[in-house]
């Protein structure tokens, strides 16, 4: 470690992303770095955002591991066999799995109706009404929050268990990770104060405890890095299987491109040796394979957060 260039983006991080957390380093398998900010400590979980897509796409992994996902290529409305489409509806009947993981779908709407989907009782329905369209399948169209539930329903219909319970019995649990229950909001000034928490511990659902897949979890620094250090060890945390090396592969590839932004299966491709999950705020999961590193980062939410990646990239990854 050189514990100049540490004490330069301590400094830098304390001047400029005042919103940081927690920031969690490993190295060779080893946890060698630990630093907290804003009155927090190892103990508090945070609203991690968009990263939560990430967690979903391990627990599709495991599904599919597991058997009761047959392969990424199903027809999406196979996981929903109640569900009415439209006789005029020939887009949603086309989309597969694989589509929505790497956000390649249309949907019937230019900007995502926040407020009549936080206020819905059934988020799996809401978006699947709204899933589809006119437009082709195949461009990219990243969606934050209006959509991914749509993979939570793909879990609990598949697994016939929440999402929650299949992620404790299969990730959770093994990786010594511990969320101690649903979230329910009952006013939209209860979702505010959550974004602003530092010890809420839990998954939010809707009124039918389907737990949201595109944000809505909290995680400590340390567990975001264990589901780091999980993919850069094939898989395996304390020598048990968790997730098959194959679906890494996989889930880490590039399957879609915006611009110069490249997407796997709900990850961030950087390059050939890293990868990222990212969310709202600043929170960050790192995972470079080059060099053995995983750099975790916990943020509270401000609007038009500094870029965490070229943080990591220009300072914190060089000084160890």
């Known amino acids: 470690m050189n514990e100049s260039k540490i004490k330069e983006f301590e400094n830098i991080i304390e001047k400029d992303y005042t919103n940081t957390c927690g920031i969690v380093v490993m190295k060779d398998n080893k946890l060698i770095y630990e630093n907290y900010y804003n009155k927090c400590d190892k103990e508090n979980k945070i609203h991690i955002y968009s990263i939560t897509k990430s967690i979903i796409s391990i627990l599709i992994g495991i599904a599919i ?52 989907y936080f206020t819905s009782d059934n988020h799996l329905k809401f978006c699947l009404d709204l899933l589809g369209g006119d437009e082709n399948i195949g461009q990219f169209r990243y969606a934050p929050v209006i959509g ?22 299969n990730l959770f649990k093994p990786l010594g990770i511990n969320i101690d229950g649903n ?57 048990k299987k968790i997730v098959s090396t194959d679906w890494i592969k996989k889930s880490t590839s590039v399957h879609s491109k915006f611009n110069d932004l490249s997407y796997g299966y709900l990850w961030w491709i950087l390059d050939k040796d890293s990868f990222a999950a990212l969310g709202d705020g600043g929170n960050t999961l790192y995972v470079n394979k ?31």
């Open 290 to 320: 080059a060099k053995n590193i995983v750099i975790s980062i916990t943020s509270l939410f401000v609007p038009n957060a500094k870029d965490r990646i070229d943080l990591i990239k220009r300072y914190i990854e060089p000084s160890f």
């Open 148 to 169: 991914p539930d749509i993979l939570s329903g793909v879990i609990s219909n598949s697994t016939n268990q929440s999402v929650l319970d299949f992620a404790r019995e």
């Open 65 to 116: 591991d597991k058997g009761y996902i047959k392969n990424i290529d199903e027809n999406i409305l196979n996981f929903f066999p109640d569900y009415k489409v439209q006789d005029n509806e020939k887009t949603i009947q086309n989309i597969k799995l694989k589509d929505i993981m790497s956000m390649i779908v249309p949907y019937k709407f230019k900007e995502e109706p926040y407020v009549e």
């Open 183 to 239: 979230i329910i909001f009952n006013s939209a000034e209860e979702q505010f104060a959550f974004n602003q928490s530092v010890d809420i511990n839990g998954w939010v659902c809707d009124k039918s405890e389907l737990n949201t897949a595109g944000w809505g979890l909290t995680l400590s620094p340390t567990d975001m890095a264990k589901i780091g250090q999980l993919y850069l060890n094939g898989g395996v945390f304390n020598c």
